[in-house]
């Protein structure tokens, strides 16, 4: 059964940065789309950015577009997401998750974190 850990979480001021980090361990070959998404409290899980483990492909929601980037290392299995220009709706348990299928929709993810929770002060 895989497993995916999440760290680099915490607390910090609009316009500040953070990077957090997905170790993935035992990965199975059918963990083909890696993920992360965010749920703040007294909302749905939504989907921020996408990325495979062997191509360049990564997609990213409108609202993190130009301040996330996702990035992962193969070698390592470890999949990041650098946070520059946060803004307090950033505010949210970062989940990172794996799946079978290159999409958006939290249903398509088999494999999912604990979350790292992320707080942005005004």
């Known amino acids: 059964q895989a497993q995916l850990v999440e760290s680099g979480g915490g607390l910090v001021q609009a316009g500040g940065s953070l990077r957090l980090s997905c170790t993935v361990s035992?990965?199975?070959?059918?963990?083909?789309?890696m993920a992360w998404f965010r749920q703040a409290p007294g909302k749905e899980r939504e989907f921020v950015a996408r990325?495979?483990?062997?191509?360049?492909?990564?997609v990213y929601a409108e609202a993190v577009k130009g301040r996330f980037t996702i990035t992962s290392d193969n070698a390592k299995a470890v999949v990041y997401l650098q946070m520059n220009s946060l803004k307090p709706e950033d505010t949210a348990v970062y989940y990172c998750?794996?799946?079978?299928?290159?999409?958006?929709?939290?249903?398509?993810?088999?494999?999912w974190g604990q979350g790292t929770q992320v707080t942005v002060s005004s």
């Open positions: 998750a794996g799946g079978r299928i290159w999409s958006a929709e939290v249903p398509d993810y088999d494999y």
């Open positions: 035992k990965r199975t070959p059918s963990m083909v789309a």
């Open positions: 990325i495979t483990w062997n191509s360049p492909n990564t």
